[in-house]
């Protein structure tokens, strides 16, 4: 049998026994180690090979003011594709750049007030610079035209059927508005794949990027200063699959660089990049105790937690490992369903999973719940979303948000003036209901 990857079956085991007894199930645990290492990896990684590289964390995959902190501290900038995500970057000191899609302008005035760097999907946003105010730097999205399809439409980034980015052909149009418009510096930015683990995308990806950046040059009369290779960068969530290896991206990423600048005679753009659930997926985990268990034809383990909390594999049949915490010496593994306690059926975070046989009671911590897992949370079934725990990296733990209450649910409608107009009516059908 072939090892498991430890990138994937990693937990910090004993750290979570302590926090189930400080704190009530379900949460979310993060380890502060894991994450500066993830940073520290991948920036070390590209700086090695480009002296300027700027990194930018996605902050969509998790928007905890802690953990982005942690991230900032350790030399990224934001990735913000909302006003919400410029805004908390922006309060807690970080600069970078703004990717909206189908963008209003109060949110791109924003954004630009905020002295992000934009990032337009398309040049039909130009006009709204008029509007603004034209920014020194200007960069577009491009799609290239792969399409890289992941197990749903959702994951479609680039392509003909992908909503997003200027096709390679009127790329240089966009660039000589922007530079009439009085533009003066230029970037340019592709994403068009998710989770990858394998190496070989990337260098690919800096090829199209480059071939592009050519074409705009000699059509447009556009030198681009600035190079975002956008986001991907994948982690293992089955125990069987490889882990991405960064340095060889990026030093592959640097050889197709010398390679088609001094072809192309390209001056070299700065590289930026956009990693988000390489720096955070593996460092969280969603902690749930066994509610139920219900033995029909299949067994099914109920837990506390639900797709509310972790709605990856309800949306894309995503896989993530499960660990039973203290279930040891209860005999050979069983195929079980573990599952949530929401009114849908794919409402199932394993299926058919060999694990020890769960009972009542038992902890389950679900893995790489560090990115795209809190931050795609809802409340379907009007369940309150779950609290974050901050395992620090001197060991302490810290709860970093609390679980949401059923006032929070509540609290942007006027509950109780409708209750209290509602009241007199149900008394008075009671009154006549007693009178027949």
């Not at 900032?72 to 970057?89: L, T």
């Not at 800096?206 to 600035?226: N, P, S």
């Not at 506390?304 to 972790?310: E, Q, S």
């Not at 990296?393 to 003036?417: H, K, N, P, V």
Request: glycine content about 8%; charged content about 25%.
């Amino acid at each position: 049998m072939a090892r498991a990857n430890p990138q994937v079956v990693y937990l910090p085991a004993a750290h979570i026994r302590k926090a189930v007894k400080r704190f009530p199930t379900p949460f979310f645990l993060y380890e502060e180690r894991r994450v500066r290492e993830n940073c520290r990896r991948f920036c070390t990684a590209f700086a090695r090979h480009f002296p300027g590289f700027m990194p930018l964390f996605a902050v969509k995959a998790n928007t905890n003011p802690e953990l982005l902190q942690i991230v900032f501290d350790e030399g990224f900038g934001a990735d913000a594709s909302s006003q919400p995500e410029a805004w908390v970057a922006r309060e807690l000191g970080a600069g970078g750049m703004y990717t909206g899609n189908y963008t209003p302008e109060e949110e791109l005035r924003f954004a630009r007030e905020c002295q992000f760097l934009l990032n337009l999907d398309d040049a039909s946003m130009l006009p709204m610079l008029r509007r603004i105010g034209v920014p020194e730097f200007l960069s577009f999205r491009v799609n290239p035209g792969v399409r890289a399809r992941g197990p749903a439409d959702s994951l479609v980034l680039a392509g003909p059927d992908a909503k997003y980015g200027v096709p390679p052909r009127e790329a240089p149009a966009a660039y000589r508005r922007a530079k009439r418009m009085g533009v003066q510096r230029f970037g340019i930015h592709a994403m068009t794949a998710s989770n990858v683990l394998d190496p070989r995308h990337f260098p690919a990806l800096m090829r199209q990027l480059l071939d592009i950046v050519a074409d705009v040059k000699r059509r447009a009369g556009v030198d681009i200063d600035t190079l975002n290779l956008g986001g991907g960068f994948g982690v293992p969530y089955r125990p069987d699959d490889s882990s991405l290896d960064i340095d060889r991206v990026a030093r592959e990423v640097r050889a197709v660089v010398d390679r088609r600048c001094k072809r192309l005679g390209l001056r070299e753009p700065m590289l930026m990049a956009e990693p988000g659930r390489y720096v955070l997926a593996d460092a969280g985990w969603l902690v749930g105790t066994v509610l139920v268990v219900k033995r029909a034809h299949k067994t099914f383990a109920g837990l506390d937690a639900g797709m509310n909390d972790l709605p990856r594999p309800a949306i894309y049949g995503a896989y993530h490992h499960v660990t039973v915490l203290d279930a040891r010496g209860r005999g050979r593994r069983k195929r079980q369903n573990v599952v949530g306690r929401l009114c849908e059926n794919s409402d199932q975070f394993a299926r058919d999973r060999l694990l020890e046989p769960l009972r009542v009671g038992d902890r389950v911590a679900i893995h790489n719940a560090g990115a795209h897992a809190y931050a795609m949370g809802h409340n379907y079934n009007n369940r309150p979303r779950s609290a974050e725990v901050l395992l620090t990296a001197s060991g302490g733990l810290r709860r970093i948000r609390r679980a949401e209450t059923l006032g929070d649910l509540f609290q942007t409608t006027d509950l109780a003036r409708v209750a209290a107009r509602a009241h007199p009516l149900r008394q008075a059908r009671a009154r006549r209901k007693q009178g027949r």
